[in-house]
């Protein structure tokens, strides 16, 4: 979801900064590899997230269709500090019913429903605790869920709250994807509370997203930058806490969507080039779909950076496949 410290009229106007920036990486534009791969979109979301601009599931098809979606993530959206529109997890798993060829449903639930006593139930589970999350999320892992998210609770990212989630998802084998700022799983220059969490369950995948995850690409990230997207061109200075996460965690994944993501590789594409073919075992690309006229600038942008066919195939659609345990549909 796009962060409230930057308007999507913002976004837009600070994207055609962007577009002039990848207009001049086109030098060669003969030699672009075309986009030969159909996309598996991992991030977007159903339903109302801005007052009278409700994305219905036939709404987000003519999205996809319009720039070769084969299969998009639909993302329920339930904490309070995301949207004054709850996205339930049952409207998502609804839709995936209605389109299961396109659309692949994740579910979500916010850990403040659970309320510390083990001995009794709560609002998550019939039982309490870490066993009542997990008998929820076994729940919808039958209704069809194929992961969680997205997480994005205004709580610190490493909260006992956050970490029974995460308990609960290593143990039923449900990869997250989360929102990471300076409100929302929030964290700090350096990211030590999201390498707490990737310590304690190292088994589980972590999908990150949105500004503080994407500020830390940068070793100058501040916590300025954690809570506003940059101005672009910004160079980004090499040794970022999300590379040397990546590096030492084999279970961390970034999600590509929405204007974090955009802007960490627009920034500086000299880095930002080298840094997509680097891990692109470990990148996924997605659009955070949320209203009917969305334009997303992800695609110029990917078009413009000439990735071997390797490394598209890998960003925009086996990663998901392998990490969802998903049908593998040749592209
Ligand atoms: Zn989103």
Redesign the pocket.
């Known amino acids: 979801?796009i962060s409230r410290s930057l308007s999507r009229r913002a976004f837009v106007a600070s994207t055609l900064v962007g577009a002039a920036n990848v207009a001049t990486r086109k030098v060669c534009s003969a030699d672009r590899t075309a986009r030969r791969v159909k996309i598996i979109d991992i991030?977007t979301?159903l339903g109302t997230f801005n007052w009278g601009q409700e994305l219905t599931p036939e709404g987000l098809l003519k999205l996809m269709d319009a720039h070769d979606i084969e299969r998009a993530v639909v993302?329920p959206l339930i904490s309070p500090e995301t949207s004054l529109f709850p996205q339930t997890t049952h409207a998502a798993l609804a839709a995936c019913k209605a389109y299961p060829d396109r659309l692949i449903p994740f579910c979500c639930f916010d850990p403040r429903a659970y309320h510390h006593d083990p001995k009794k139930p709560d609002r998550i589970g019939r039982i309490g605790g870490v066993p009542g999350m997990v008998e929820l999320l076994k729940r919808y892992q039958d209704l069809g869920a194929k992961g969680f998210g997205?997480h994005q609770v205004g709580l610190p990212f490493d909260d006992h709250l956050m970490m029974t989630v995460y308990e609960a998802l290593e143990t039923v084998e449900l990869p997250i994807l989360f929102h990471l700022d300076d409100i929302r799983g929030a964290d700090t220059p350096g990211l030590p509370r999201l390498e707490h969490a990737l310590r304690s369950f190292p088994k589980l995948p972590m999908i990150g997203h949105a500004c503080g995850f994407w500020a830390s690409i940068s070793a100058d990230a501040t916590d300025y930058d954690f809570g506003h997207y940059p101005t672009i061109p910004k160079p980004v200075v090499p040794g970022g806490a999300l590379e040397l996460l990546l590096a030492k965690y084999p279970s961390l994944y970034c999600d590509l969507s929405?204007p974090g993501g955009y802007f960490a590789i627009a920034r500086d594409m000299e880095f930002g080039r080298p840094f997509v073919i680097r891990w692109a075992d470990r990148l996924l690309f997605g659009t955070?779909y949320l209203m009917p006229d969305q334009e997303i600038p992800h695609f110029e942008l990917y078009d413009s950076l000439d990735l071997p066919e390797d490394v598209q195939a890998k960003i925009y659609r086996e990663n998901a496949i392998r990490l969802l345990k998903l049908p593998a549909i040749p592209a």
């Open positions: 979801m991030h979301h993302l997205e929405e955070d």
